[in-house]
């Protein structure tokens, strides 16, 4: 299976941007639709983005349309996460997830099969 790492999490104040990349292990990272997902303390994990498994197709949770943007690179195996005009609400865990099950995007955990660690994203006023 691909193991997912996150990375490039930090403090960043509101209005600000951060660029979250998840880098997959072995060689095989085009064969996976993508997809970010976040979770605060004490709330549920919510989607973010998703991207198909070529780049050419890409969704986004209402709250983050228009402000962050998905992309992937899969010379490099990584799936990058934009993030824009970032607000306090976006602070939370950020996770990335793979799955080959399908030729579009997924935008629902059940639709992932691998997960990485998470990076933290903490966004101030």
């Known amino acids: 299976q691909e193991q997912l790492v996150e990375s490039g999490g930090g403090l960043v104040q509101a209005g600000g941007s951060l660029r979250l990349s998840c880098a997959a292990s072995?060689?095989?990272?085009?064969?996976?639709?993508a997809g970010w997902f976040r979770q605060a303390p004490g709330k549920e994990r919510e989607f973010v983005a998703a991207?198909?498994?070529?780049?050419?197709?890409?969704d986004y949770a209402d709250s983050v349309k228009g402000r962050f943007t998905i992309s992937r690179d899969n010379a490099k195996n990584t799936v990058y996460l934009q993030m824009n005009k970032v607000k306090p609400e976006d602070t939370a865990v950020y996770y990335c997830?793979?799955?080959?099950?399908?030729?579009?995007?997924?935008?629902?955990?059940?639709?992932?099969?691998?997960w990485g660690q998470g990076t933290q994203v903490t966004v101030s006023s």
């Open positions: 072995g060689r095989t990272l085009s064969m996976y639709a």
């Open positions: 997830a793979a799955d080959r099950r399908t030729f579009g995007v997924v935008v629902t955990t059940k639709g992932y099969a691998y």
């Open positions: 991207i198909s498994r070529s780049g050419g197709s890409t």
